[in-house]
Structures are given as structure tokens and as C-alpha cells.
């Protein structure tokens, strides 16, 4: 029989120096007395104590440890599920205990020795240090690997049946797979004549296709041509039109240079009541416009790097092409400390206009900033509604 041999080496120093019940007795202060009885038992709850058995003593000890109360009455509250140990203690010398002991869970058999290294003395050494090893045996192991063994035994008969299945089934998938190779065979040549077939006529469209529609073809790429050019001067446009306003109207215009803080510049700036106004152009990359909506809101989240400047108006516009809007959808976000206006080229003037129309009155400079935006931000959107009705 094979043995599974588990070595516990623990060695559990306890110090103890809470006062005894003994310490009424009287007893000589000058000398040094060892202490006795600072434990009771020989175990504190699953750990060793200090405690030893005497010289010649014998002790025998059955303990019981219960399962787990959760099932209730259906295991009587863990009584059904107890494991008993046996545990034989012999006293070789005043500090040197020897046991020998065998519990239920998994059939382990134990032997272990106990020893003092150093005692707590009166007015001597404070602790008391006590070594501890134990060698386990679990038996139960041997029948689980029999158990295992037989079952591995069974599994292999299975398998090599499942085995003289498989070949007679390999045989017969090759017998089938060789007649299957020539059917294919057969079948790939009968393809690649009718695609030859099929590229003669499909060239014949083509060329058909391409005779009808090369004049509308060229109008279309025209079309979009001019489109892209006026996207790729959206930017400059944008930036020419409003520098025309504020030239027009007394309007002072930041350039990116002049702008007071770091990191990227906005595309226009311009200052009114002593705030920054931004107007970012943006356009879309290509002819397809599925993206662009999404595009635009990413942008809106990205003018956080200016809404963020103490006197950067927390109003702010991205300027887009007129032949965008039929694809946005949300012309205005909120976007926690700052609000983000879609408008085009076209809404710019009077927009602009209406937020310098603000110095004019006699209250403006009595007005908080955040006043201002309130009058601005209806401004904004009625300029905004009105174009957008236009």
C-alpha cells in the first residue's frame, strides 16, 4: 500500500505574560520559579498550546468537530456531518510529550511530537517557547486512486472500440473522398468555362455601361470635385468672412498667435465685453458624409480645451458647410460648463452682430458674464432659427 506522507513543521511560539491564578501562592521573590499553568488545556481552539503532559502520563483524547448548521434539521444542524478524532498523549519526560492519533476525515492517521525549549521563569525568561511536528498519512488517497484506476481501465476498453470504429469509418470517407476528387475535378472544369463565358459577357456590359454613362460619370466627378475644392477652402473662407465682419463692424479679431493661452489655437477668435468668442470651421473629409455627424460631436467635446480659460465665452460655435446640414441632426450641445452651436458661413454675420449689439446697451458692462450668456445664447438661437427657416 502507498502512503501520501504530508510534514507539518510548525512551530507555534506563544509568549504569555498576563498573570496566573496560582500567583496568591506565595513563593520566594528573590528565586526563579518556574511558572506553571498559563494554559489549561493542551490546545486553544486547532492551535498547540504551551501546556504539556506530565512525566509517565498518559492521556487520551476524543474530539469532535461538526459540519456546517446552513442545512439545518436535514443534517441536524451539523451533527450528521461530524468528524471524530482519536488522540493518544504520552509524557516521555516533563518536556517532551509524544501522540499518536487517527481522524475520520479522509482516514489520516497522525504522529506527532511536542517539546519545551525554553519555560517562563518568575523574575527569569518572560516566555515560554514550545516546538511542534507531526507527520500525517492520508489513506483514503489509495482507494480514490484505485477507484480512479479501474475507472481509467473501463474508459480505455471504450476508447479502443471507439478506435476500430473510427478506421472502419476512415476507410470508407477515403473510398468516398476519392469519388468525391474526380466529381470535383469534373465540376471545377464545367466552372471555369462558364466563367469564362460569364467575363466575355460581363466585359461586353461593362464596356456597354461605361459608352452610356461617361458623359454623366464626368458631370458627377465634376460635381464633387467643386465640392471638395469648397470644403478644402471651407477653413479660409470661414476665416476671410469673419475677419470682413469685424473689420465691418469694430470688431477686434485675435489672431491664433495672440491668443493669451497655451496649447492648440482655435481657428478664429474674436473679443467682445472683454471675452474671447470662438468660431472653429470644420468640414468633412470626403464626399461621404455618413461619419460627419459623429465627426461633429467629437469636436464639440474636444472645445473643452478652450471653454475650460476663465474669460473664453462658454458659448462656442463650429462654422460648417451649408451643404452639410441635411445630415445633422443637433444643432446645439450641452456640454456640462459649456454649450456648442452648429451654424454655417451664412449665419455668421448676423450672429456676430447680435452679440456686439450687447455693448451697446447702457446695462451691458453692469451685467455678470454669465448674464451675458443668457442674453447671447437667445440671441444665438434666434439668429440660428431664423437662417435655418431662410
Given at each position: 500500500?502507498?502512503?501520501?506522507?504530508?510534514?507539518?513543521?510548525?512551530?507555534?511560539?506563544?509568549?504569555?505574560?498576563?498573570?496566573?491564578?496560582?500567583?496568591?501562592?506565595?513563593?520566594?521573590?528573590?528565586?526563579?520559579?518556574?511558572?506553571?499553568?498559563?494554559?489549561?488545556?493542551?490546545?486553544?481552539?486547532?492551535?498547540?498550546?504551551?501546556?504539556?503532559?506530565?512525566?509517565?502520563?498518559?492521556?487520551?483524547?476524543?474530539?469532535?468537530?461538526?459540519?456546517?448548521?446552513?442545512?439545518?434539521?436535514?443534517?441536524?444542524?451539523?451533527?450528521?456531518?461530524?468528524?471524530?478524532?482519536?488522540?493518544?498523549?504520552?509524557?516521555?519526560?516533563?518536556?517532551?510529550?509524544?501522540?499518536?492519533?487517527r481522524?475520520?476525515?479522509?482516514?489520516?492517521?497522525?504522529?506527532?511530537?511536542?517539546?519545551?525549549?525554553?519555560?517562563?521563569?518568575?523574575?527569569?525568561?518572560?516566555f515560554?517557547l514550545?516546538?511542534?511536528?507531526?507527520?500525517?498519512?492520508?489513506?483514503?488517497?489509495?482507494?480514490?486512486?484505485?477507484?480512479?484506476f479501474?475507472?481509467?481501465?473501463?474508459?480505455?476498453?471504450?476508447?479502443?472500440?471507439?478506435?476500430?470504429?473510427?478506421?472502419?469509418?476512415?476507410?470508407?470517407?477515403?473510398?468516398?473522398?476519392?469519388?468525391?476528387?474526380?466529381?470535383?475535378?469534373?465540376?471545377?472544369?464545367?466552372?471555369?468555362?462558364?466563367?469564362?463565358?460569364?467575363?466575355?459577357?460581363?466585359?461586353?456590359?461593362?464596356?456597354?455601361?461605361?459608352?452610356?454613362?461617361?458623359?454623366?460619370?464626368?458631370?458627377?466627378?465634376?460635381?464633387?470635385e467643386?465640392?471638395?475644392?469648397?470644403?478644402?477652402?471651407?477653413?479660409?473662407?470661414?476665416?476671410?468672412?469673419?475677419?470682413?465682419?469685424?473689420?465691418?463692424n469694430?470688431?477686434?479679431?485675435?489672431?491664433?498667435?495672440?491668443?493669451?493661452?497655451?496649447?492648440?489655437?482655435?481657428?478664429?477668435?474674436?473679443?467682445?465685453?472683454?471675452?474671447?468668442?470662438?468660431?472653429?470651421?470644420?468640414?468633412?473629409?470626403?464626399?461621404d458624409?455618413?461619419?460627419?455627424?459623429?465627426?461633429?460631436?467629437?469636436?464639440?467635446?474636444?472645445?473643452?480645451?478652450?471653454?475650460?480659460?476663465?474669460?473664453?465665452?462658454?458659448?462656442?460655435?463650429?462654422?460648417?458647410?451649408?451643404?452639410?446640414?441635411?445630415?445633422?441632426?443637433?444643432?446645439?450641445?450641452?456640454?456640462?460648463?459649456?454649450?456648442?452651436?452648429?451654424?454655417?458661413?451664412?449665419?455668421?454675420?448676423?450672429?456676430?452682430?447680435?452679440?456686439?449689439?450687447?455693448?451697446?446697451?447702457e446695462?451691458?458692462?453692469?451685467?455678470?458674464?454669465?448674464?451675458?450668456d443668457?442674453?447671447?445664447?437667445?440671441?444665438?438661437?434666434?439668429?440660428?432659427?431664423?437662417?435655418?427657416?431662410?
Amino acid at each position: 500500500m502507498k502512503y501520501i506522507f504530508i510534514v507539518f513543521f510548525c512551530f507555534p511560539f506563544l509568549s504569555i505574560s498576563q498573570d496566573d491564578l496560582f500567583d496568591e501562592i506565595d513563593t520566594d521573590p528573590s528565586g526563579k520559579d518556574p511558572v506553571s499553568a498559563v494554559f489549561k488545556g493542551l490546545k486553544i481552539v486547532n492551535f498547540e498550546s504551551t501546556k504539556l503532559v506530565a512525566h509517565k502520563e498518559f492521556t487520551f483524547i476524543v474530539a469532535h468537530r461538526f459540519g456546517s448548521i446552513e442545512n439545518g434539521i436535514d443534517s441536524f444542524f451539523g451533527l450528521d456531518d461530524a468528524v471524530t478524532r482519536l488522540n493518544f498523549v504520552y509524557g516521555i519526560s516533563e518536556a517532551i510529550n509524544i501522540s499518536v492519533s487517527r481522524s475520520s476525515f479522509q482516514k489520516i492517521y497522525e504522529g506527532a511530537v511536542k517539546y519545551r525549549l525554553v519555560r517562563q521563569q518568575e523574575n527569569g525568561f518572560p516566555f515560554t517557547l514550545v516546538g511542534y511536528n507531526s507527520i500525517l498519512i492520508n489513506t483514503a488517497l489509495n482507494e480514490a486512486k484505485l477507484t480512479d484506476f479501474e475507472q481509467l481501465k473501463i474508459e480505455k476498453a471504450k476508447i479502443e472500440v471507439e478506435l476500430k470504429q473510427i478506421e472502419k469509418e476512415k476507410k470508407a470517407y477515403e473510398t468516398e473522398s476519392t469519388k468525391l476528387k474526380k466529381e470535383e475535378e469534373l465540376r471545377i472544369d464545367q466552372f471555369k468555362r462558364s466563367i469564362d463565358a460569364s467575363n466575355i459577357l460581363q466585359k461586353s456590359l461593362i464596356d456597354e455601361k461605361s459608352r452610356l454613362s461617361d458623359a454623366r460619370l464626368e458631370e458627377e466627378q465634376r460635381r464633387l470635385e467643386a465640392l471638395k475644392e469648397t470644403w478644402s477652402n471651407h477653413e479660409k473662407d470661414v476665416e476671410n468672412h469673419i475677419r470682413i465682419i469685424c473689420k465691418n463692424n469694430v470688431i477686434s479679431y485675435i489672431e491664433q498667435n495672440d491668443f493669451p493661452y497655451a496649447g492648440k489655437k482655435p481657428d478664429n477668435t474674436i473679443e467682445i465685453l472683454d471675452q474671447y468668442i470662438i468660431f472653429d470651421a470644420k468640414s468633412p473629409a470626403n464626399d461621404d458624409l455618413n461619419n460627419f455627424p459623429k465627426y461633429i460631436r467629437t469636436q464639440t467635446e474636444n472645445l473643452k480645451k478652450y471653454a475650460k480659460h476663465e474669460n473664453v465665452k462658454n458659448d462656442l460655435y463650429l462654422v460648417i458647410p451649408s451643404h452639410t446640414y441635411s445630415v445633422i441632426k443637433d444643432f446645439t450641445y450641452n456640454i456640462g460648463d459649456y454649450n456648442v452651436f452648429i451654424i454655417s458661413k451664412d449665419s455668421l454675420e448676423p450672429i456676430i452682430l447680435s452679440l456686439k449689439k450687447i455693448e451697446e446697451y447702457e446695462f451691458a458692462d453692469k451685467l455678470s458674464p454669465k448674464e451675458r450668456d443668457n442674453i447671447c445664447k437667445i440671441i444665438g438661437k434666434f439668429a440660428h432659427t431664423t437662417k435655418r427657416k431662410i
